[in-house]
């Protein structure tokens, strides 16, 4: 396929704790991120990839998630299972919904399957949880941004979530390449704490644009 991999930033050198190898995980390489505990609906139409989702749901593994661009394979990606497939075509196209479960660092494409395999290192997240004060103040700006862009925030969603930092990073305004940034970090804290920086810059954008849409609308010029 002439795909890959990007070189490891130097943060992944600082590995967490970390799982037995996955020698052979399926790679579905797409213009998205996925991270834990998110759910990817799928369109699968192309016959590779219906190979692919064929030994998936027969054997019941999962496989592995990871941005591209340019052709370049990101050095970690996300690992998803198939919750369920929600349509099935005449053709053999699918329609699934699948959930991402783990973290992984690529170590060695294979490319022995009419799909794209790898030998691949889950990384296990670290055990500590996030710091009260970093974790309330990420939460309170995500809920403040889901009020700026006219979403009704839910509370308990932070409460029912493990690690936040993978509950806020999908609805957060971040680009590609910062959702893949956000990917990469190793800690909970370091997360919150990225996704805690771009949001108060998000913040200020929205609430200034707001004030400005309202002089506007209420005397036709700014004062």
Do not use: W
Request: net charge negative; with cysteine.
């Amino acid at each position: 396929l002439g795909i890959v991999v990007a070189r490891a930033s130097p943060r992944h050198e600082e590995a967490n704790h970390r799982m037995p190898n996955f020698e052979d995980l399926p790679l579905f390489p797409l213009n998205v991120v996925l991270y834990p505990q998110e759910k990817l609906p799928l369109h699968i139409f192309e016959p590779r990839y219906r190979d692919m989702l064929r030994y998936c749901l027969e054997s019941k593994e999962p496989f592995g998630v990871v941005y591209v661009r340019d052709n370049e394979l990101a050095t970690i990606g996300c690992t998803a299972r198939v919750k369920q497939v929600t349509r099935q075509y005449d053709d053999g196209r699918l329609d699934i919904l699948s959930i991402g479960e783990t973290r992984f660092e690529i170590e060695e494409v294979l490319n022995e399957q009419t799909y794209t395999t790898a030998r691949v290192q889950p990384l296990i997240e670290a055990n500590e949880p996030a710091t009260p004060r970093i974790r309330e103040r990420a939460i309170a700006q995500h809920m403040r941004f889901l009020e700026l862009i006219r979403e009704k925030p839910r509370p308990e969603l932070y409460e029912r979530s493990p690690l936040t930092s993978y509950l806020i990073a999908p609805r957060a305004g971040l680009d590609l390449e910062q959702k893949q940034a956000v990917l990469e970090i190793n800690t909970e804290d370091a997360r919150l704490d990225y996704l805690s920086e771009h949001l108060a810059s998000m913040i200020k954008a929205l609430e200034q644009e707001t004030v400005a849409r309202r002089r506007v609308q209420s005397d036709g010029h700014f004062s």
